[in-house]
């Protein structure tokens, strides 16, 4: 029904507005994190898992702009997520 699809939408909003969000806290840790000299261990394994959480992060919104049909957001979240996937397990 309409007012189901609405809320759907509504939902769909705020899902990628929280992705995005943890999307960007993300990019700053993995950035602080990836220029650090002599990185201990909880960081090394703190870095790799911003890198897993961004290419999921990434990998949801691209499926996400998929289903919307929206070709130019897809292209930069599937390219985000390559690059975060291709460092997956980089960081030891």
Do not use: C, F
């Amino acid at each position: 029904s309409a007012p189901l699809k609405d809320k759907r939408a509504e939902i769909g909003k705020q899902e990628m507005a929280y992705a995005d969000t943890a999307s960007q806290w993300l990019e700053k840790a993995y950035n602080t994190l990836k220029a650090k000299q002599g990185r201990s261990k909880p960081e090394t394994i703190s870095l790799n898992r911003a890198v897993d959480y961004l290419a999921n992060i990434n990998y949801w919104e691209r499926d996400q702009t998929k289903v919307n049909g929206n070709s130019k957001d897809y292209d930069k979240y599937d390219a985000l997520y390559k690059k975060y996937d291709a460092e997956h397990n980089t960081y030891q």
